[in-house]
Every structure is written in structure tokens, then in C-alpha cells.
């Protein structure tokens, strides 16, 4: 029997971790979709790769290290999927297998294993494929839709590839497997929102900030087009970092003030790599250096706890 | 600081290696051990200054001011600094090259300076170039290792000689100083779970014995 020690209020509920991943991988299956649709074979073998040698990464380390086997609760194959969404789509099958490894051993299991973590997984292996094999991660090429042409290859949005607002929504435009599509990306928002996954503050917040700075900054932004808000945040990865990245619980603050100020954070550093910076987008690094500050943003937005006296009481 | 003088003269091999254990000098592994020889140079660099000084400042311990004895260790730590990089600098020139400011920069290296204040309370000169001579070829080890797995990975050569075939991808990131700190980090902690399990076994095996 297992005993559990907990504080009020006791309340039951149907959560678990593998219903909430299982939720997260459905909220993924229309971008995968979209994904796989615009640029044909390569990126699914990207997709299901980076999905199944993340799960069987973390099979063998808990093997190895005589842990509990978790692959059941489906937290790895959300990584390895998020992993491989984000990877360009010609992009060589072991840059796919290097990343989950990365991801599930290096930045999740040596913390500890899941809810541990400090940093998202799939991002930090992101940022480690990107330092390490920067040329195989910056080729973008053009949709192929499937057609068996060879891929062209091409600048994305925010490095000057023209595009226009319907393009940009629908996914028809160079750039990672799985942030071409905010139709798509928008379907797994609604579906996460509709089953209370996750709650409307950082995606909303997180976007709104960019769009808004995006316009303050205009033509000095350093972005293709002066300054549109619309453009901002339909380009690049933003809405995907959005909705799936920032949003992930062990890195994000736990109370939702915190997660204002996480979101807040988000948005004003992307406009500043984008707008300063040597790499054209930044939404990888923005959220991983607000992955660092969450526990600080924890300890300072932290609760009043029920029946302390309040700060004017004190005085 | 008595826990160091107890126990058997050989545990700088794990207990007390320099970057695994007490995590010193870990700046020159990072920022120069990037290749096999690199990181061999670097570190009989850092041995040499180690035996010669901790030899030196032994010998003086009796003499030195007591309240400018830390003065006293990096004058002579400075010099024997300054002979290792005038060693290197006429014998071996393109490992210098690559080392730069890291050779003069041994002189603040933590391995040093805590082998130094060992030194003071240590009792006698030989048992203090015993230890951080075993301390120093160790750290030389290990620097030499991070650097043949840095040399390994990031351009898939070793001692220069080409080791992969032509389809390797260089990973890059083990030429910058976070892929070093990862490298490093990654070591320390196979080493660190091999020590506490054998650490674990010996405990099993003494229970009930005194602590």
C-alpha cells in the first residue's frame, strides 16, 4: 500500500502525468501533419526517429542505473516529438538520433529524471545540435509537398524569404518541421486549452509581448517586416515555442503570476535576438534562459500563505 | 583541514583528484585542453609548478611570516610559473602557442594554492612532494584525457592523425569551453558514481565497525 503525506485540500483528480503527455502528443499531431505534409518523406523519418530514440534512450538509462522504468508515462516520446518538430527538414537521420540522446540523458535523466529538469529537454538539445553542428541546423529549404523534387534549399522568413500573412499562417514557407504551420499549431492550442492542459497566460502573454515590441520596434527591429505584428509572431518559431515550450510545468513557474513575468521575459528577449542578435530568431534561447530564471521568479512571486498578515500589517 | 593529512598517501588518485573530486583548476581544462597535446601540456605544466613549489614552500614553512605566508606561496609559485612557461616556450613551441595566457595563469590555479596551504600543515617535505606529485600527474591525466575525447569528438583526429573515417561529423560544440564544462562535468560524475558505490561496498563490509 502507499501512503501519501500531503497538505490540504485533498482533491481528487483524473491527472496523471501520462494522461497530461498523452494530451501534449495529441495537441502535436496536427503540426506533425502539416509538417511532414509540406516537407515530405525526410521529415517524417526525422519525426518518428527523434521520438523513438528518445524513448529508448530513456529505457536503457533506467535500465542502467536500476531506476523504475517510466517510459510508460510518456513524457520521453513528448521530448523526442518536440525534438524533432524542431529540427530543419533535410536535416541527416543522426542529428534526429544525437538530439534525443541529448535531451532524455543529458538534460533530464542526469537532473534527476522527470520534473527535475531545470531546462526543457527538447530545447537544450536544440541549442547543443545547433553549437555543435551549426550547418546541418541552419539549412532551411523550401516546401516540397512530397512531389520528389530534390529540395531548395532557402532563407526562412525572418532571414528575408518573402511571404505573405496566408503563407506564413498555412505553413507554405521555409523553416523547422514542425513551426511552419500555425493553423496547425493553433489546433493543438485550442485542443490543450479545451482539456485544461495548460492555461491561456504564457501563450497569449508570450505572443502578445512580441507582437507589441515588434511594432514599437519597427523598421529598427531588424525584422523583414517593419515591424507588422501580425508577421511577428506568425514567422519563425514563436508560436510553437509559445504554446508547446514555454509552457512546459517543470520549467516554468509554478504560480500563475510567476508564469506573467516568465511569459513577459519570453517575449522582450526574442525581440531583442531578434532585433540585435547574429541568429535571425531567438526563441530557443529565450525560453531556455527563462527556464533558468523560473526558480528565482518562484521564490519571489511566491504566495501569501492563508492567515499570514499581510505586507500593511506588518508595518 | 585534518581530514587531509589522515589516510593513505595515494588518495589523490580519487578522493582527492584535483578536477574530479574537488572540482580546482578546472579553468586551463576548459579553455586550452582541446587537444591530446594541448591538454598534456597543460597539465605536466601545472604538475611541474606543483612538485617544485609545494617542495619549496614546505621546506620554508617554519620561516614564512604568518601573516604574509599566502604572499610567500605565489612569489614561489610565480617563479616556478615563470620556469614552466620559459620550458615550454624554448622546448616546445607549438603546444605554447596554443596555451597563451594559461601557462602564466597556473600561478592562480586553485590545485596549487590548496597543495600550498596542505604543505603548511603537513609534516615534512617529503611526504609533501609525495602527495602533490601524485596529485599533479593525476591532474596532467586527466587534462590529457578531456583533451584527446575533445581532440576525439570535435575533429575526430588524435595527435593530429586522422581516426574516423570521412564520414564524421566534427561535433563543434566540444571545441568551445561549454562543450569542455559538459565533457568535464560528464566525467567527473562517472567517477564520482564508481567512488560512492565502492565507497557503499566498504561500508557494507565494515558494519559495525567504528566510523
Redesign the interface.
Known sequence: MELRVSLAPHIRTADSTRRLMLDVLIALIPASLAGVYFFGPNALMLLVLSTASAVLAEYVWQKLMKLPVRVNDLSAAVTGLLLGLNLPPQAPWWIAVAGSVVAVILVKQLFGGIGDNFMNPALAARAVLLASWPVHMTVYTLPTMWSGADAVTSATVLSGHPAGTMDLFLGNIPGCIGEVSKLAILLGLAYLLIRKTITWHVPVIFLGVTALLAWAMGAQGGFTFDGDPLAAILSGGVLFGAVFMATDYSTSPMTAKGQVVFAIGCGVIVSIIRAYGKYPEGVTYAILLMNIASPLIDRFMRPRVYGSPLKEEKA | MNEFNQGAPLRGILPENPLFRLALGVVPTLAVATTLINGAAIGIAVAFTLLCSNIVIALLRNVLPAKAHVLCWLIVICAFASVAQMLLQAFFHDPYQDLGIYVPLITLNCVILARAQMAEEEHGVFTSAGRSLVMGVLFALVAACVGALRELLDSGTLLGAQVFGKGF?P????K?A??GF?LTG?LA?IANYFMTRSKKNDKNAQKGGAA
Open positions: 561529423e561535433m563543434l560544440l566540444l568551445l561549454p562543450g559538459l560528464i560524475g
